[in-house]
């Protein structure tokens, strides 16, 4: 069965270290994949994706993401953490079936609170 | 731009009564995407769209809960009749066909409480 996990239900680190929030997935075929950030009350914002190339994915925020194939991982990851980074991170994967390619399967979440 | 436009922002309707929420999705996005969120069950797709019409249904929960698309620029989710376990956060994504377009842009979602 595809899916993906998010292992942390919580990830708590002091502002100014690097921050590494985990996912990892299983799929058939070659994965998308994704990671959105939701601040409380808000829908969710995209931050990156990896569809093929560079192992290593640059998003929005200063966030990157590091490709995995051997692991299945997409770890999100961040090398200097603000308190203002606080929220709700989802990582998603695109799902293959014939005729139905745009659904994606969500993670259930990591929140990370960054202490000042 | 615009992005993924949602409303009512927050719906507070007794059971058994009809709710609808609507959305518009972002000009040229070519799919478009129901889900709903809980603490319980985190965020399920009810049903996407492509060029107004539905993909997947299978996330809709049971025949109360209907969704159309008359045109590229509206959609509708229905509850009718709406009960209590049906409140939730009901998000609207949109996505744009083509390589590199799966991506999805979320609305800032609907708050339904049903008493």
């Known amino acids: 069965a595809q899916s993906v996990a998010q292992p942390e239900d919580q990830v708590n680190v002091a502002e100014g270290n690097p921050l590494t929030v985990k996912c990892t997935y299983s799929v058939s075929g070659n994965p998308y994949l994704f990671w959105y950030v939701q601040y409380p009350n808000r829908g969710l914002q995209f931050l990156l994706k990896y569809i093929t190339g560079d192992n290593l994915v640059k998003g929005s925020y200063g966030f990157e993401a590091e490709f995995n194939k051997s692991q299945t991982s997409f770890h999100l990851k961040k090398p200097s953490a603000l308190v203002s980074d606080s929220a709700l991170y989802f990582c998603a994967v695109r799902a293959f079936s014939a005729g139905n390619n745009r659904k994606l399967i969500w993670g259930l979440g990591t929140s990370l609170a960054v202490n000042p | 731009d615009a992005g993924v436009i949602q409303s009512p922002r927050h719906e507070v309707t007794e059971m058994g009564q009809e709710v609808t929420l609507r959305c518009k999705p972002i000009s040229g996005h070519d799919y478009l995407f129901w889900y709903r969120q809980t603490m319980m069950r985190g965020l399920e797709l009810l049903i996407y769209f492509n060029n107004n019409v539905p993909i997947d249904d299978s996330g809709m929960p049971e025949d109360r809960f209907s969704a159309k698309m008359p045109n590229a620029s509206f959609s509708t989710l229905k509850i009718q009749p709406s009960e209590p376990r049906d409140s939730a956060v009901y998000f609207c994504?949109?996505?744009?066909?083509?390589?590199?377009?799966?991506?999805?842009?979320f609305g800032p979602g609907t708050r339904l409480t049903v008493t």
């Open positions: 994504a949109s996505s744009r066909s083509g390589t590199g377009g799966y991506e999805q842009y």
